[in-house]
């Protein structure tokens, strides 16, 4: 199931690719709802959404990371510390690379909120936050004991994730299908690097991490 969640994002966010670098309907579609979004801003959603998207970068996901890293490390699991961070700075590395492979360009011609000289797409902001979301998400699930906690848990980092998205395009600094690409790279690279860690017995889960050490034991 991973792996085939993991394979259709990334099918998904090629052909997303496809479309942005070849369509000028989806760029205009794209600049349609940015102009939207600028016509419709107000002062406590603008200071709202400024504190999400700062809350949400890949700079301050990456200290997220490191506090996690060291919980992980504390509690003497270091290989899944090392796939950790494999998979959020791994991550937020593959994103710059394609940022420059697409090279596209920041909305233009709209009151951003958000002046920034680096490319558009795919979004850091999302992806950064859909992996380190995803991976909090495997943590806190394999040790939730009740139904309710783990609904709880996937609706909060949801809504984290959706903040963080909808933040970047309400500020000017995205068009939506950036973000919907930043989303759908860092769904595609944490179930398909999590798979591939497992080669080397890197298991991003609390119980099976604890399961394949009882079963490396004489």
């Known amino acids: ?21 070849t369509s000028r309907a989806v760029t205009a579609f794209d600049l349609s709802i940015v102009m939207w979004a600028e016509t419709h801003r107000i002062a406590s959603a603008t200071w709202l959404a400024v504190w999400v998207s700062r809350l949400g970068g890949p700079s301050i996901v990456s200290a997220y990371a490191a506090v996690l890293l060291v919980a992980l490390v504390w ?3 270091l290989l899944m510390a090392v796939g950790v961070a494999l998979i959020v700075y791994g991550g937020i590395g593959l994103n710059v690379a394609v940022k420059y492979l697409v090279h596209r360009g920041r909305p233009a011609g709209t009151d951003a909120l958000v002046h920034l000289v680096t490319y558009s ?3 850091g902001h999302a992806a950064a936050a859909t992996m380190f979301g995803g991976v909090l998400t495997v943590l806190l699930l394999a040790r939730a004991r009740r139904s ?6 996937i609706v909060v ?13 309400y500020l000017g600094a995205h068009y939506p299908t950036d973000v919907v690409a930043g989303v759908l790279e860092g769904i595609a690279w944490l179930l398909l690097a ?11 889960n609390w119980k099976r991490a604890a ?3 009882r079963r490396k034991d004489p």
């Open 1 to 21: 199931m991973p792996a085939t969640a993991g394979l259709v994002a990334l099918a998904a966010f090629a052909g997303l690719t496809v479309a942005v670098t």
């Open 75 to 77: 509690r003497g699991h």
């Open 121 to 123: 797409y795919p979004s």
């Open 148 to 153: 309710a906690a783990t609904i709880a848990c």
């Open 157 to 169: 980092v949801s809504l984290w994730i959706t903040a963080v998205c909808a933040s970047r395009v």
């Open 194 to 204: 999590s798979l591939a860690l497992r080669h080397w017995h890197i298991v991003i």
């Open 211 to 213: 399961n394949v050490a």
